[in-house]
Each structure stands twice: as C-alpha cells, then as structure tokens.
C-alpha cells in the first residue's frame, strides 16, 4: 500500500505548452519518387500500407486529416484530427462539434472504419486492450475504460464525489492542429497546477502499481486516488483520508472519507462498496459495521446493506454473545445482530458483555446480569468494573472484593478511598503528636533555664 506523491504532471503541462508554442506543423519528411502527392500535405504518418495525412489551411485553426492508401487515394471524408495508430485503432475527431463547441472523440481502423462512435470528450490510445473515455455525467465529468468494442468495464462513480470535477469548474483545451491531444483540466493555480481525471503515471510508478498484489493507494498535493494492478483508476483523486493499517477497517472493506463523510471500499479491488455517507464509523465486529448517520448509530454488513436502523445514540460492537450495549435518550439495553432487543433499554448504563456476563447501572449502583437478563449479583455495589478477564474488582461499604463469573466475592482490601482516609487519619495523628512532643519539650527548656542575677 504505497502513497507516493507526483511530480510527473507538471512536467507534461510544460511539455505541452512547449509543444503548443512550436506547433506550426510541418511535413515529416520530403516525399519522393511516387510518393509525390504527399507534397499536398503539411504533415503525414506512415503505418504500414496506409497514411495519415493533414492539411493545414490556417494554423489552429483550419485543418483537415485524412486517412490514404499508399497512392494518395482518401480512405476517409475530413477529420479535424486523427491520433497515433495503437492495437489496430486510432482515436478520431470529426469536423463536427458538440453544442458546446467541443471536439467528439472515437476509433476508426486502418480503414478508415469508425469502430467506436465519436462521443467522448477525451481519450487516449489503446493499451492491453483497454483505454480511458471521459463524457458528461450529470454535473460532472465522467471517466470509463472501455474495450476495442467499445464496451464499457468499469465506470468511475463520479456521481458521488459532488464537490470535485464538475463541468462548470473545467476547461477543455488541445494542442494546436491536433484535437486528439485534448484533455479536461481543473485548475488550482494556472498555469502549472491543476487535477485530471485521467491520472498520469510516470515508468516507474508504473511498474510498481502493476506489481502490486491487490490496488494502490497514492497520493497527490494532499488527495488519495485508487487504481488496480491493470491500471484502471477505481476512486478519482479526491479522497481526503484512507485506512490501508485496517485501523477502522476490517471483514472486506476498507474505510475511507471524502470531506466529512465515511464510506467503504473493497482492499482487493478498489470498488466503492459504501457511499459516502456517514459521519462516524467503527470498527467492524462479527461481520456488522456500526455507522453513524444524522446523529444516530446503525448497522451495516459487508455489503453496504443497513442490517440495523438508525436508532440509537450509544452502542458497542458485537461480542461473541451476539451481543451489543445501545442507548437512547440515555437509557442503555443490549441488542443482538438481527436488531432485537434482548435487554430492555431502560438501565442507567449497560457495559459490553464479556464471558457471558455485562456490568449494569442502576442510580449509583452497579450489579451484574448474564445473557438470559438474569442477575448474578445484586445491585449493590459503589464501584464496578466489567469483565476483562475471568474475574472482576467491585466495591461495596468501603471494602473490595474480587468477584468471579458466578458471583461469588472474595475479600482482598479496603477500599481506596477508604485506604485514602486511614492515610489522612494518620498523617493527621502524626502531625498532633509531634506537635504535643515539640511543646513538652519547649516547656521542659523554659523550667530549666536558669534565673538572672540582681
């Protein structure tokens, strides 16, 4: 579980503007023999048996790209741009805009066949047969990895980060004459520091997330992300904390939060399982999460499935008595894990169990009850603890006692503050009788000093 924190996307923003300032494009190189009709064009690529071409009429402005056979016949009507060929297919933009005045990204083959419809914002080549997509998703953008079909495998669920990437903070901006080299960016502090979606990786961090058993955590300027072995993003780069120590996680799910919210995601695979909404959690006990939500305690599974309500304002996890300490309205019972009540609610305080036996309160006495409700003490004593171990230390009428599992006492002191009392009640009687002992003595002086002569 790694969190480095990146450096490598302020390098390509600056890699990027460079390019953008020198991109008055130019021919790849001088055509020669029967290759005399490339001359018509301001640039072309060759792959294979087919090339792509662009026209340059106004820099940045007007532009076409085509796809041709090796004799200079189109395969292709005009494209505003047309990327690097990668796995068979090359990302795609048409002349057409959106309503917006975007460019609309797809893949055509070699072609010249649109395999998958230009509908994206943004994209990238085709790697191991997949690659990212990113569209408008409500009040967002979204970001997808989709196949060479064009199916979508997994879908961020950006529906629920409703602070980060929306549309109306983003801009949307290309390199000159090359649409393809689009991308959505949210600024912190133009013109080097922004957010993607589509997170970047350097070689390295690469190598090392591949490597990963499971999904990988990192971190950039004071945000976590998720993405699994087969780099696929799983959480966008928005979470405010994570617990990959499994401090408040546990059974399949690890706890992570997004401002002041909780919610879950599997450690294996990087899904959200549990939206992001509760303000507290803990941790989990005997397959139920306990999960806190408009200021009452409930219950949730593995799943994310609410297995108890809302209800209560106080509660513990669940011992192996199946068994759990709740409260409202400062009345305290027990529950077990369907939800039932198994020990009304209507003590002054009610501890965990432990070895079958919880500790209650009744005014300012406390007594002990085992899982069926029946005491196995009278309430009746001044101080009380819970059952640690196999036994406990009570206090009553300023004696204590160790009591054991069937409640038996036996003897072993006073009491502390009864110990406290004897200790004042000598310091008391040390501090008289050394004072009657420093007056006898002074009064012995006074007789013996001898009277002065006339």
């Known amino acids: 579980m790694h969190r480095p924190t990146f450096y490598n996307l302020t390098l390509l923003f600056l890699l990027l503007q460079s390019a953008w300032a020198m991109a008055q494009t130019k021919p790849s190189a001088k055509p020669t023999g029967n290759k005399a009709w490339l001359k018509d064009y301001n640039d072309y690529r060759e792959y294979d048996d087919i090339y792509v071409v662009k026209k340059v009429t106004i820099p940045c402005r007007s532009y076409e790209t085509f796809i041709t056979d090796k004799n200079g016949r189109k395969l292709t009507p005009a494209y505003r741009d047309i990327g690097d060929f990668a796995e068979g297919v090359a990302e795609f933009v048409p002349m057409e805009l959106d309503a917006e005045g975007h460019g609309l990204h797809?893949?055509?083959?070699?072609?010249?066949?649109i395999v998958i419809e230009p509908k994206y914002i943004s994209t990238d080549r085709f790697r191991d047969g997949k690659t990212w997509v990113?569209?408008?998703s409500g009040k967002h953008y979204g970001l997808s990895y989709i196949d060479l079909t064009g199916k979508e495998i997994y879908r961020i669920p950006i529906h629920h980060f409703t602070s980060n990437y929306l549309i109306k903070d983003s801009d949307i901006d290309f390199l000159c004459n090359q649409d393809t080299k689009e991308d959505v960016l949210w600024w912190i502090q133009r013109p080097m520091d922004f957010w993607l979606l589509n997170f970047n990786f350097s070689r390295f961090i690469e190598k090392e997330i591949k490597a990963s058993k499971f999904i990988y955590h990192f971190l950039y300027k004071g945000k976590y992300g998720i993405i699994d072995k087969n780099m696929m993003l799983k959480i966008p780069v928005a979470l405010d904390d994570i617990d990959p120590e499994y401090k408040f996680s546990g059974q399949g799910m690890e706890r992570v939060r997004y401002g002041d919210k909780y919610g879950y995601i599997s450690p294996f695979t990087g899904d959200l399982i549990v939206p992001f909404d509760y303000t507290d959690t803990r941790?989990?006990?005997?397959?139920?999460?306990?999960?806190?939500?408009?200021?009452?305690?409930?219950?949730?599974?593995k799943t994310g499935k609410l297995r108890i309500a809302h209800l209560y304002d106080e509660a513990t996890g669940f011992t192996s008595e199946n068994r759990s300490a709740v409260a409202i309205n400062g009345k305290?019972?027990?529950?077990?894990?369907?939800?039932?009540?198994?020990?009304?609610?209507?003590?002054d305080f009610a501890s965990y169990f432990n070895h079958g036996i919880s500790m209650i309160r009744i005014d300012d006495k406390y007594g002990y009850m085992d899982t069926t409700g029946r005491f196995i003490t009278e309430i009746i004593y001044d101080e009380a603890l819970p059952f640690d171990r196999t036994t406990t230390a009570?206090?009553?009428?300023?004696l204590r006692f160790e009591l054991s599992l069937d409640g038996k006492e036996q003897f072993i002191g006073f009491s502390y503050k009864l110990n406290a009392v004897f200790i004042i009640i000598g310091v008391l009687i040390f501090i008289w009788l050394n004072n009657l002992l420093y007056q006898r003595v002074l009064k012995k002086r006074l007789v013996r000093k001898p009277k002065k002569q006339g």
């Open 394 to 398: 009570v206090e009553r009428s300023w």
């Open 332 to 347: 305290f019972g027990h529950i077990d894990k369907s939800g039932k009540i198994r020990t009304p609610l209507k003590y």
């Open 106 to 113: 797809g893949f055509i083959d070699k072609r010249g066949k």
């Open 134 to 136: 990113i569209y408008p």
């Open 283 to 301: 941790k989990p006990t005997n397959g139920l999460f306990w999960v806190k939500k408009n200021g009452k305690w409930g219950c949730i599974d």
